[in-house]
């Protein structure tokens, strides 16, 4: 068995996600120095009062947090990119495993009774065969011993992909888009909405503007990137 790896490896060695070098035994998606070139957010009140700031005026969130800068062809991308198209759901609990990290050492989502995914579709779903955020939500689920509630919240048309429409467009076309099939299973609770990317707040402000129909819920935001870039 062993001997048939260790082909393997010769003819079809791991890549570096970012920069395609060839890994080391002990190095996973990220070569030793791209993943210190990660893009993670130095978490501060400054950097929350930001982000909160998309939100301003829109809808009321308890507390947010983000886990990596996204840019163009970096780092963040290149995994949330295979996270997302190429099924590779070990960059899911290597992304989960650090938000789990960093949330627990920040003592944030002390209170949060179930984490929620943003849905795709149901044709999305269809062809792709998974949601990416799910494989996070798991992860978090399992480190965090909070219920992972996948379903309860559905996305309910199909639009053009949000990142190819304008920053005003996004935000017309955003909403009402959600809907809850069973209201009951939120009703009072503390719930974490889960995504990848914060470009706009558009489709989690649109979730979350589903979600306040619910009674005394509240609403904390986890994704695994920002980016400035609407």
Same mark, same amino acid.
């Given at each position: 068995? +062993?001997?048939?790896?260790?082909?393997?490896?010769?003819?079809?060695?791991? #890549?570096?996600?970012?920069?395609?070098?060839?890994?080391?035994?002990?190095?996973?998606?990220?070569?030793?120095?791209?993943?210190?070139?990660?893009?993670?957010?130095?978490?501060n009140?400054?950097? +929350?009062?930001?982000?909160?700031? @998309? =939100?301003?005026?829109?809808?009321?969130?308890?507390?947010?947090?983000?886990?990596?800068?996204?840019? $163009?062809?970096?780092?963040?991308?290149?995994?949330?990119?295979?996270? +997302?198209? $190429?099924?590779?759901?070990?960059i899911?609990?290597?992304?989960?495993?650090? @938000?789990?990290?960093?949330?627990?050492?920040?003592? @944030?989502?002390?209170?949060?009774?179930a984490i929620v995914?943003?849905?795709l579709?149901?044709?999305?779903?269809?062809?792709?065969?998974?949601?990416?955020?799910d494989?996070?939500?798991?992860?978090?689920?399992?480190?965090?011993?909070?219920? =992972?509630?996948?379903?309860?919240?559905?996305?309910?048309?199909?639009?053009?992909?949000?990142t190819?429409?304008?920053?005003?467009?996004? =935000?017309?076309?955003?909403?009402? $888009? =959600?809907?809850?099939?069973?209201?009951?299973?939120?009703?009072?609770?503390?719930? #974490?909405?889960?995504?990848?990317?914060?470009?706009?707040?558009?489709?989690?402000?649109?979730?979350?503007?589903?979600?306040?129909?619910? +009674?005394? @819920?509240?609403?904390?935001?986890?994704?695994?990137?920002?980016?400035?870039?609407?």
């Amino acid at each position: 068995m +062993k001997l048939i790896k260790d082909l393997l490896s010769i003819f079809f060695p791991d #890549l570096c996600i970012n920069c395609y070098s060839r890994l080391l035994e002990k190095e996973n998606h990220l070569c030793t120095i791209c993943l210190n070139d990660l893009p993670v957010i130095v978490f501060n009140d400054v950097i +929350k009062k930001m982000l909160k700031s @998309i =939100f301003y005026g829109k809808i009321p969130i308890e507390d947010i947090y983000s886990f990596m800068y996204f840019t $163009k062809n970096g780092i963040t991308q290149k995994l949330i990119h295979g996270l +997302k198209y $190429k099924n590779q759901e070990n960059i899911g609990e290597f992304i989960g495993r650090r @938000i789990c990290y960093e949330i627990t050492k920040l003592q @944030i989502f002390k209170n949060i009774d179930a984490i929620v995914p943003v849905p795709l579709h149901k044709s999305k779903l269809k062809k792709r065969g998974y949601n990416q955020v799910d494989y996070l939500g798991n992860i978090l689920s399992v480190h965090l011993n909070i219920p =992972f509630m996948s379903g309860v919240l559905e996305r309910e048309s199909k639009s053009k992909t949000q990142t190819r429409k304008q920053r005003f467009e996004r =935000f017309s076309n955003s909403g009402r $888009k =959600f809907f809850i099939p069973n209201i009951e299973y939120l009703e009072n609770k503390h719930i #974490l909405l889960l995504d990848d990317v914060i470009t706009t707040g558009g489709t989690l402000i649109s979730c979350s503007e589903e979600l306040l129909k619910v +009674k005394n @819920i509240k609403i904390s935001i986890c994704t695994i990137a920002y980016t400035e870039k609407g």
